[in-house]
């Protein structure tokens, strides 16, 4: 299997990788909406990411990658119990894939002639506790977007077709990307991802002359170029299972909360989604800088990941999303 480029030799795109490990640290996020120029490294940071994670436990010939015999579903007729360690998935959605390719197709001949429910597992089964990484998400049919943002936010597959039912877990972290010159989301979708970065090509010529460096050695002696980083790449991994087990201890207090709530008002944020994403980032954030309570600092440091996407239009406002949501922030929180 090809390795591969370590998270950690990512050079810039500090907010990008920010919030990649965010919702490694607390899936339940919402996943992460990536829109910017191509060759930003939207696509290498997912795929370096589920790397440096450690691999996961899995049974033998489950579809879904369950952790125990208990937790494969019946229709998969697994019948080992044997288990064996595999890489976090990462499972790429084409924008050509059908919605029987993305959540699974019932055999409805089989099941009618012979009283047998045979289904043949999609996308999101193999996503299961993994990434799953829509490229062009913009382009992708609105209605497949809608099936997806549902499935990860209830962490469940159901596919029913002539009365007959299946269900599967499908657990996976929901990363988007996009050129924003190629069409726009509709912003009930866009409201759906928990965090959403903006990314550029660098304009500094010393960061872009590290990037054509680092990519020159990787491709030339790639073993050479991974031991120099696996260091780095063991930290955030040892940063990232660490902040996963202090989340359960995290509990904001009133401040917090009011803060949140406060923040989102002024931004004009609708429901409740904005609140819960910047919440859950910033206790993700607060975790993983191993710190012993959520603070106005780690809320100020995610509020733009989590909230520029939900901003409303404003056609008297030429600042872009980053600039309001820092002036807002400024005012509500000092």
Known sequence: MTQPFPFSAIVGQDEMKLAMILTAVDPSIGGVLVFGDRGTGKSTAVRALAA???????????????????????????????THDIPTPVVDLPLGASED???????IERALVDGEKVFQPGLLASANRGYLYIDEVNLLEDHIVDLLLDVAQSGENVVEREGLSIRHAARFVLVGSGNPEEGELRPQLLDRFGLSVDVASPTDISQRVEVLRRRDAFENDKSAFMVRWQAEDATIREQILTARIALKSLKPDDATLHDVAELCIAMGSDGVRGELALLKAARAYAAYRDDTAISRDHIRAVAPLALRHRLRRDPLDDAGSGARVGRVIETVLG
């Open 52 to 82: 440096l994670l450690p691999r996961i436990t899995a049974v033998e010939g489950c579809p879904v990658n369950a952790a125990k015999p208990a937790n494969c579903p019946e229709w998969a007729k697994v019948t080992g119990t044997r």
């Open 101 to 107: 390719r993305v959540t699974g197709a019932l055999d």
